[in-house]
């Protein structure tokens, strides 16, 4: 995991240093907050009660009019999880359980200038999250949480100088649990960051 982080750190200062001199080198940093947007996460009625979640990172795309972009980053998810019953109520009280993940995605990103400062860029791609850490619980997620997952991503960053504000769409390309059926995590998630 050491050898991976120096690796991503060499590679991004290689590419701020290329950036200063070829426009067509970005590099930038973001930081995020995802809200969910289901929260029954198995056919056992898993149930997300609350969930606060962030990321942050670096990218660097290349490109002029289309951009391919890679990034490295660090991800948490700390939530209330409980098990639903029929009638609505809970089967127990409420496990808060924290998530930590590497974050890697890879996009298409376009470009469309609207003035010489604003700009708008659409994207998709996927996230890759390796698993790093599942807080200890009680109801057994340190467990049976999947170790990798696969997040498809579209939406759109507004471009105001070296100021990028964002929003985009994340669905879950796998499941929560390694161990039985269940439901995809979807989020909405709004940024913040900057471009060199």
Sequence with gaps: ???????????????????????????????SASFPTNRMYSVDNDYLISLTAADFGAFFRAGKYVYGEVGFGYAFY??????????????FEPARVELRHLQIPVKAVGNVPLTRTLSLLPFAGIIWQPLVKVTG??????????????LFTSGLDF????????VNYR????????????KHPQYVNVCVGFQL
């Design 1 to 31: 995991m050491k050898k991976i982080v120096l690796y991503v750190s060499f590679l991004l200062a290689f590419l701020s240093g290329a950036a200063q001199s070829q426009n067509w080198y970005q590099v930038g940093f973001k930081i």
């Design 78 to 91: 700390k939530g209330d999880y409980t098990v639903k019953l029929a009638d609505g109520s809970n089967l």
């Design 137 to 150: 619980n009680d109801i057994g997620y340190n467990k049976n949480t999947l170790k990798q997952s696969v």
């Design 159 to 166: 471009k105001l100088g070296p100021i990028v504000l964002g």
């Design 171 to 182: 669905y879950s390309l796998t499941r929560f649990f390694q161990n039985k059926e269940g």
